[in-house]
């Protein structure tokens, strides 16, 4: 099983709303990563969890705050967005940061009103 | 810094053909190189993995090729279809263990 779930798969909020999202992976990799994706461009890396460890964060706003909570959970907790906040959200796992193949989810379309 | 680039951005041809999907990068001290596909709206489906020491991996109708020294990877597609027509990523695992992207190739595949 090489599949990584996400949920929602559309998400719109307003600017005052909390929202979160959800990845889950099951094949027994300990890196876990969120990218942002705007229309017609490559994923932009957010952040990577190593081990439930945050072991990078691309100077993302505040305002987007991970969550690791075991090892087949990755949470992305979302407060006071802005528009321009609007894109495709993916998660994104491998075996471990190094080396190994990473296997995305089918994204979160997240619009921002 | 590590730049990826792809080229074509659009390449359109019949079914049938082979075709060749290029990707280059400016620093070879890569861990590998990964090829995916994207169709519009969803994800990133993995089609391939090079690793830094292979040369080529081959999965299907697909075959991929490393060349660090020329800083070149090629996706070749044999006999495509119409189901190809996606848009094709390559990207980099860089000395950060982070992945860099290319902007893409949107293939179209006329029936």
């Known amino acids: 099983d090489t599949e990584v779930t996400q949920t929602p798969k559309h998400l719109v909020m307003g600017m005052t709303n909390k929202k979160s999202l959800k990845c889950e992976q099951h094949?027994?990799?300990?890196?876990m990563y969120w990218y942002k994706q705007k229309a017609k461009k490559p994923p932009e890396l957010m952040f990577v969890?190593?081990?439930?460890?945050?072991?990078i964060n691309e100077s993302v706003p505040s305002r987007f705050s991970p969550e690791c909570p075991n090892s087949s959970l990755l949470n992305l907790h979302l407060h006071a967005l802005q528009p321009e906040d609007s894109a495709l959200y993916l998660c994104?796992?491998?075996?471990?940061?190094?080396?190994?193949?990473?296997?995305f989810g089918p994204g979160t379309r997240l619009t921002v009103l | 810094k590590q730049e990826v680039t792809q080229i074509p951005a659009a390449l359109s041809v019949p079914e049938g053909e082979n075709l060749v999907l290029n990707c280059s990068f400016t620093?070879?001290?890569?861990?590998?190189l990964q090829w995916f596909r994207q169709d519009p709206g969803k994800g990133l489906t993995s089609l391939l993995l090079i690793q830094s020491s292979q040369r080529e991996q081959t999965s299907g109708r697909l075959n991929a090729s490393l060349d660090k020294s020329s800083g070149r990877s090629t996706l070749y597609i044999a006999a495509s279809q119409p189901g190809d027509s996606a848009t094709y990523l390559c990207?980099?695992?860089?000395?950060?263990?982070?992945?860099?992207w290319g902007a893409g190739t949107k293939l179209i595949i006329k029936p």
């Open positions: 969890y190593s081990y439930e460890k945050l072991s």
């Open positions: 994104a796992s491998s075996q471990r940061v190094s080396y190994n193949e990473q296997f």
């Open positions: 990207a980099a695992l860089d000395s950060n263990y982070q992945l860099i």
């Open positions: 094949m027994g990799h300990r890196a």
């Open positions: 620093d070879s001290a890569i861990y590998n």
